[in-house]
């Protein structure tokens, strides 16, 4: 156990459906991140929040809506998604800037998300 | 902009053997940090080992060492004493000494999968 966990493990939904990953993380840190794993590809990059202000949006479709009511916990709101979007959605947080140099990102378990 | 490259998508190791995993990466940065990750089936990526460029001693966790070549820009990753628990994704990470709005941006590689024959 890492100190991150994500909900739910596993997603299945239609495109018309609305839905939202939930991440929380117990390590004290600021900085939160959402990735999206794909097969053979690297790691997407799509939001980074540090102390609940997103610091990064990596030029994400509108239809995933991020949010971030403090520190601990990170959402991703999905919404007419497209079957493209099927993927591992990773969140991971870290330290910050203030912990210099010693920054590293710890990762949840990801979920799973099926659009049918 | 940074890059990462893991060139070899696949690698198959015998148990108790030694593997070496391959990352290069682009940067104009003279320091920065890379890092190793490793993703296990269906678990959670953890962090494996951590090298920081300024340091020219090459890091090293238990059966765990990396070869960093700062001039190649080569950042391999050697598994000693392989175990059957060591099959898993690995994935290479690059991250820049500086941050911005407080925060590091991470660049990570698309991954070598390892599988341990027994």
């Known amino acids: 156990e890492t100190g991150v966990t994500q909900t739910p493990r596993h997603l299945v939904m239609g495109m018309t459906n609305k839905k939202s990953l939930k991440c929380e993380q117990h390590?004290?840190?600021?900085?939160m991140y959402w990735y999206k794993q794909s097969a053979k590809k690297p790691l997407e990059l799509m939001f980074v929040?540090?102390?609940?202000?997103?610091?990064e949006n990596n030029s994400v479709p509108s239809r995933f809506s991020p949010e971030c009511p403090n520190s601990s916990h990170l959402f991703l709101h999905l919404h007419t998604l497209q079957p493209e979007d099927s993927a591992l959605y990773l969140c991971?947080?870290?330290?910050?800037?203030?912990?210099?140099?010693?920054?590293?990102?710890?990762f949840g378990p990801g979920t799973r998300l099926t659009v049918l | 902009a940074q890059t990462v490259t893991q060139s070899q998508p696949e690698m198959s190791v015998q148990e108790a053997e030694t593997v070496t995993l391959s990352c290069t990466y682009d940067?104009?940065?003279?320091?920065?940090?890379l890092f190793w990750y490793k993703q296990p089936p269906s678990r959670q990526m953890i962090l494996v080992i951590r090298?920081?460029?300024?340091?020219?001693q090459n890091a090293t966790e238990n059966r765990f060492s990396v070869n960093f070549q700062k001039a190649a820009k080569s950042f391999s990753l050697k598994i000693s004493d392989s175990q059957l628990g060591d099959a898993a994704m690995y994935f290479c990470?690059?991250?820049?000494?500086?941050?911005?709005?407080?925060?590091?941006?991470?660049?990570f590689g698309t991954g070598t999968r390892l599988k341990v024959l027994a």
């Open positions: 991971a947080s870290s330290p910050g800037e203030t912990s210099g140099p010693t920054d590293t990102q710890y």
């Open positions: 390590l004290g840190h600021n900085a």
């Open positions: 929040y540090n102390f609940k202000e997103q610091t």
């Open positions: 940067t104009s940065e003279s320091d920065y940090y």
């Open positions: 090298q920081e460029a300024y340091k020219q």
């Open positions: 990470a690059y991250r820049s000494e500086y941050s911005t709005s407080g925060t590091y941006k991470y660049i």
